[in-house]
């Protein structure tokens, strides 16, 4: 079965910089697409980034466009998301999804497993 574990997320003060690890297995990924959603306070779960596995392509969300990088090591099947320039309003629990597909879509109903979720508090 698939499984994703998150890792990476703390504390960090406004203005810094973290990276996300998420370990995939269970299956080969070379058809899959796996992204990156979040959940903050008084908030549903929205979308921040996604990747294709095999060709690399990228999506961000408006929120993180120009400060945020993902990306994927194959050999590792391990994706990662980088966050630059974080704010306070960035703090909440980050999730790791994939879906059996190719398109990078943005909505968290079109991913079918998720990992446990990481956390990640930034202080001003």
């Known amino acids: 079965q698939v499984q994703l574990v998150e890792s990476g997320g703390g504390l960090v003060q406004a203005g810094g910089s973290l990276r996300l690890s998420c370990a995939a297995s269970?299956?080969?990924?070379?058809?899959?697409?796996l992204g990156w959603f979040r959940q903050v306070p008084g908030k549903e779960r929205e979308f921040v980034a996604a990747?294709?596995?095999?060709?690399?392509?990228?999506r961000y969300a408006d929120f993180v466009k120009g400060r945020s990088t993902i990306s994927r090591d194959t050999t590792k099947n391990t994706v990662y998301l980088q966050i630059f320039s974080l704010k306070p309003e960035d703090t909440g629990v980050y999730y790791c999804?994939?879906?059996?597909?190719?398109?990078?879509?943005?909505?968290?109903?079109?991913?079918?497993?998720w990992g446990q979720g990481t956390e990640v508090t930034v202080s001003s």
């Open positions: 999804s994939a879906r059996g597909a190719t398109m990078l879509s943005a909505s968290r109903w079109e991913y079918d497993y």
């Open positions: 269970g299956r080969t990924f070379s058809s899959w697409a």
């Open positions: 990747i294709s596995w095999s060709g690399g392509n990228t």
